[in-house]
């Protein structure tokens, strides 16, 4: 299985990526800029839209609620 994610090519055999995805709304510049300050070390985010998506890069990243 080989996925591309825009920035880095990600490649898996027994693993499996879970992408949430947050409404961009009216403060999506402001909810995506706190979302990168304090999930940095364990998420990456992206714009696309009307959507701001999160990927999980760390085993023990816990769940994210939109500030």
Do not use: W
């Amino acid at each position: 299985m080989s996925l591309i994610l825009n920035f880095a090519p990600i490649e898996f055999d027994d693993r499996e990526i879970k992408v949430g995805r947050l409404s961009y709304g009216i403060s999506g510049q402001e909810v995506l800029h706190e979302l990168r300050e304090k999930h940095n070390a364990t998420h990456v985010f992206r714009r696309e839209g009307d959507y701001i998506f999160a990927v999980q890069v760390t085993s023990d990243a816990c769940c994210l609620e939109k500030p």
